[in-house]
């Protein structure tokens, strides 16, 4: 399984962005899928996430401005982001787990995980 994360960069605040996963020998469709992101300095923090029956799922400190979505048929998940903040300079990465009935924000339970974007965002 591999996952691959892009579309990181630097972004002005205020700006939209959106992330992809690109999974390899991995399905979304069916599975459960997690954003998770990493400040500098601090712990990885779930954003947002796809549980295997296909639900939404998005932290609360990100609620109104983050949305997930899926492309079976590219076997890519986006993680679209509004309004960027400063904050929200990390290191997003996606997971995904096939051992799920629908969803978990616990981090310690996701086995397949990319190797991480990095976002930048320039006040």
């Known amino acids: 399984v591999q996952l691959v994360e892009s579309g990181g960069g630097l972004v002005q605040t205020g700006e939209s962005l959106t992330l992809s996963c690109t999974a390899s020998?991995?399905?979304?469709?069916?599975?459960?899928m997690i954003w998770v992101r990493q400040a500098p300095g601090k712990q990885r923090e779930a954003v947002a996430g796809?549980?295997?029956?296909?639900?939404?799922h998005v932290a609360t400190s990100m609620k109104g401005r983050v949305t997930t979505s899926s492309d079976n048929a590219k076997n890519t998940a986006y993680l679209h982001i509004e309004h960027v903040k400063p904050e929200d300079t990390a290191v997003y990465y996606c997971?995904?787990?096939?051992?799920?009935?629908?969803?978990?924000?616990?981090?310690?339970?996701?086995?397949?995980w990319g190797q991480g974007t990095q976002v930048t965002v320039s006040s």
């Open positions: 796809i549980g295997s029956d296909g639900s939404s």
């Open positions: 020998e991995f399905a979304f469709d069916g599975n459960a």
């Open positions: 997971a995904g787990e096939t051992v799920m009935l629908g969803f978990s924000g616990f981090l310690g339970v996701w086995t397949y």
